[in-house]
């Protein structure tokens, strides 16, 4: 059974920085495009970076733009999220998804698997 399992959420200060992981298990990781998406309250789900199969090829919202960064690691089924300069506007439930093959990062039903999140919470 595919898991995706984020963790490294938590609460910081404005400024402060952060790093969430996504480790997968039960898929050929290689062959995975995977992404970063986020949901704050009464929001809806919105994508925030994505990297595709060979890791070599990243793509982030403009919102978050030069102060995320996207990168993967094959050899460990791992995917990571390095967050400088957060702004209480990052607070959200920060979701880790796969999707087999290429495809649009942006569109969220594209990704065939999901976790269930890890909290970022950024005071002011």
């Known amino acids: 059974q595919v898991q995706l399992v984020e963790s490294g959420g938590g609460v910081v200060q404005a400024g402060g920085s952060l790093r969430l992981s996504c480790a997968a298990s039960?898929?050929?990781?290689?062959?995975?495009?995977m992404a970063w998406f986020r949901q704050a309250p009464g929001k809806e789900r919105e994508f925030v970076c994505g990297?595709?199969?060979?890791?070599?090829?990243?793509y982030c919202d403009d919102l978050v733009k030069g102060r995320f960064t996207i990168s993967k690691d094959n050899a460990k089924s791992t995917v990571y999220l390095q967050m400088i300069s957060l702004k209480p506007e990052d607070t959200a439930v920060y979701l880790c998804?796969?999707?087999?093959?290429?495809?649009?990062?942006?569109?969220?039903?594209?990704?065939?698997?999901w976790g269930q999140g890890t909290q970022v919470t950024v005071s002011s």
């Open positions: 039960a898929l050929t990781f290689s062959t995975y495009t």
């Open positions: 990297v595709y199969r060979s890791g070599t090829i990243t």
């Open positions: 998804a796969a999707a087999q093959g290429v495809i649009g990062l942006r569109l969220d039903s594209k990704y065939d698997y």
